[in-house]
């Protein structure tokens, strides 16, 4: 399927990717961007939503698990980040490398419970062990600053050099686009095509010989670990952190973002949380009603792009096959025609 998907979009499907990255590199570069430290630190937001929409993409758009709760490794990744440089002295990478391990084990404790149930039910149980967790760092203030939350410098001390953010904008950009270059190729192998099987009919695939529950482990295990990543990130990049960050709002946060962007695409969740965290900034600077404004901006891409941003993208594409079809097989025909007179 995902190799369907790849050669329906051609060439647009590769370049969009290389063009986009590309792009992102040479912003700072622009005295309009590099210049501009609210804009900079806009655009760094992206990219940590960008890594958590990618990780909510695993389970959504390749393993068909609707999960309220995947705010819990989020907020696993930036408690782990901010307790460690608080009460440790561990710097950012240390962070980088506990945070998803801590996330593997609380994935592999929760979903061996959850999994066992579906659809809504898995929803609700995940959203609630999501909740025990924020009234647990809620409740333990003394250790994690309760509802007033912790601030501790997270990132490394260059990354707050002296031009705007940017080192931080590089540092961010780049561990995005590792994290999408590493999952696409896991997605796109044995494992990721099992998955998307899944997906499609979770009876046929244990009809097969998949071992189902196993296989949804795994996902969820992949996607808690590349959300405390997105965690770790937001650490740095906020350098704060309060209960709230474990709540059901972040989780319906980037529930949107990937919808909007398109499932099971990775780049379309990438982009869908882009847009809502640049869209949201601006709306609320025009207007106090920009939570309305953004409502109706969702429904309107909802409504006319149920496929999202990169379903449009795929659409184009096949548009483009299949005008090429069309037109080689006219030839065909001419030049048959023309032999036979």
């Known amino acids: 399927m995902l190799l369907r998907r790849a050669k329906e979009g051609g060439w647009l499907g590769a370049a ?11 912003l700072p570069f622009m005295p309009v961007v590099g210049e501009n430290r609210y804009l900079l630190s806009l655009l760094i937001g992206a990219f940590v939503f960008a890594v958590f929409a990618m990780s909510f993409d695993v389970l959504l758009g390749y393993t068909g698990i609707v999960s309220f709760g995947h ?7 930036t408690y782990t980040a901010i307790l460690l440089a608080k009460y440790a002295g561990a710097g950012f990478w240390t962070a980088l490398t506990a945070a998803p391990l801590v996330a593997a084990l609380l994935a592999l404790a929760v979903g061996s419970l959850s999994l066992r149930v579906k659809g809504v039910y ?110 770790v990130m937001y650490a740095a990049t906020e350098n704060f952190v309060v209960p709230s960050v474990l709540g059901v709002d972040t989780t319906i946060q980037v529930l949107l973002m990937s919808i909007i962007g398109g499932v099971g695409t990775l780049g379309g969740p990438a982009l869908g949380a882009g847009i809502i965290r640049l869209a949201g900034t601006l709306l609320s600077s025009y207007t106090e009603r920009w939570r309305l404004a953004l409502g109706v901006l969702y429904a309107l891409l909802v409504l006319f792009l149920p496929g999202g941003l990169a379903g449009l993208a795929r659409a184009f594409g096949r548009r483009r096959a299949a005008r090429r079809s069309a037109a080689g097989e006219g030839g065909v025909v001419a030049g048959g025609t023309a032999r036979a007179s």
């Open 16 to 26: 969009a990717p290389a063009a986009v990255i590309l792009v992102l590199a040479l």
């Open 71 to 77: 705010a819990l490794f989020f907020g696993t990744g």
């Open 122 to 231: 898995f929803a609700m149980v995940s959203m609630a062990f999501a909740e025990f967790f924020r009234v647990v760092a809620e409740k333990a203030s003394p250790i994690t600053g309760g509802s007033d939350g912790l601030a501790v410098q997270v990132a490394p001390d260059w990354a707050y050099g002296p031009r705007n953010r940017v080192e931080l904008y590089f540092l961010t950009l780049a561990l995005a686009v590792v994290t999408y270059l590493v999952l696409r190729r896991v997605l796109a192998s044995p494992f990721g095509r099992t998955l998307v099987a899944i997906r499609e009919n979770e009876q046929r695939a244990a009809a097969v010989g998949y071992n189902v529950f196993a296989f949804k482990l795994g996902a969820l295990v992949l996607a808690g670990v590349v959300a405390s990543l997105a965690g």
